[in-house]
């Protein structure tokens, strides 16, 4: 069986967010519930970063 592809939902203003605080401090935290993206959207900001 085959594994289907991550789908993923574009988030452009909440990753904006999260470069500029990246941008003014390099420490930076993502608070969040469980299962909410919160490691995904860090690596996704570490690729582009």
Do not use: H, W, Y
Not at 28 to 33: A, C, D, Q, S
Request: hydrophobic share 45%; charged share 20%.
């Amino acid at each position: 069986m085959q594994q289907q592809p991550l789908k993923l939902i574009a988030r452009p203003r909440l990753m904006n967010q999260v470069l500029q605080f990246l941008d003014e401090s390099p420490v930076t935290v993502l608070l969040g519930t469980r299962q909410t993206g919160k490691t995904t959207l860090a690596e996704m900001a570490a690729e582009i970063g």
